[in-house]
Antibody
Framework: QVQLVESGGGLVKPGGSLRLSCAAS????????MSWIRQAPGKGLEWLSY????????FYADSVKGRFTISRDNAKNSLYLQMNSLRAEDTAVYYC?????????WGQGTLVTVSS | DIQMTQSPSSLSASVGDRVTITCRAS??????LAWYQQKPGKVPKLLIL???TLQSGVPSRFSGSGSGTDFTLTISSLQPEDVATYYC?????????FGQGTKVEIK
């Protein structure tokens, strides 16, 4: 069955960095675009970024452009999000998602807390 | 960027009531519109894609309509298990913006 499992979340100080990973299984990872979506505590969903199946096309939301970098390793069936210059407002649950325009498959999410 | 605005932000209705949530795009998105249900503490669940196509396994009391800039999610007969927050999302282009959500409660 399709599984997306995020890891790498945790507590980080403002200005710090964190790298999230998403391990995919149960489908041909290299066939699909992938996205990162986040949800701050008690708030709505925010689409952050997507990467094409080959990795050649990438887009970011303005809120993270220049600070976050999405990447993938199709040989390892893995998606990544490198997050730099973290701010308190980046505190959220970060979801890995299989992007078909809409999202049918979501990971369970990993919590990132930015606090001193 | 295209903005997605949902209304109302929250609603309270009785079991069996017909519930309607609207989603308005600041520019046309054709029918590239999805609806999600998120129950407390859970991952969002896809309900409807392409504005009106019910995802497999979703109860038929849910329906979607609209095209262009104005969309509607309807629950024909509200059930206790429908308590959740509902989000629309446009996916015609990037960014794939979500609406701010509509919280549905039982009166």
């Amino acid at each position: 069955q399709v599984q997306l499992v995020e890891s790498g979340g945790g507590l980080v100080k403002p200005g710090g960095s964190l790298r999230l990973s998403c391990a995919a299984s149960g489908f041909t990872f290299s066939d699909y675009y992938m996205s990162w979506i986040r949800q701050a505590p008690g708030k709505g969903l925010e689409w952050l970024s997507y990467i094409s199946s080959s990795g050649s096309t990438i887009f970011y939301a303005d809120s993270v452009k220049g600070r976050f970098t999405i990447s993938r390793d199709n040989a390892k069936n893995s998606l990544y999000l490198q997050m730099n210059s973290l701010r308190a407002e980046d505190t959220a649950v970060y979801y890995c998602a299989r992007d078909q325009g809409y999202v049918y498959r979501w990971g369970q999410g990993t919590l990132v807390t930015v606090s001193s | 960027d295209i903005q997605m605005t949902q209304s109302p932000s929250s609603l309270s209705a009785s079991v069996g009531d017909r519930v309607t949530i609207t989603c308005r795009a600041s520019q046309g998105v054709s029918n590239f519109l999805a609806w999600y249900q998120q129950k407390p503490g859970k991952v969002p669940k896809l309900l409807i894609l392409a504005a009106s196509t019910l995802q497999s396994g979703v109860p038929s009391r849910f329906s979607g309509s609209g095209s262009g800039t104005d969309f509607t999610l309807t629950i024909s007969s509200l059930q206790p298990e429908d308590v959740a927050t509902y989000y629309c999302q446009k996916y015609d282009s990037v960014p794939r913006t979500f609406g701010q959500g509509t919280k549905v409660e039982i009166k």
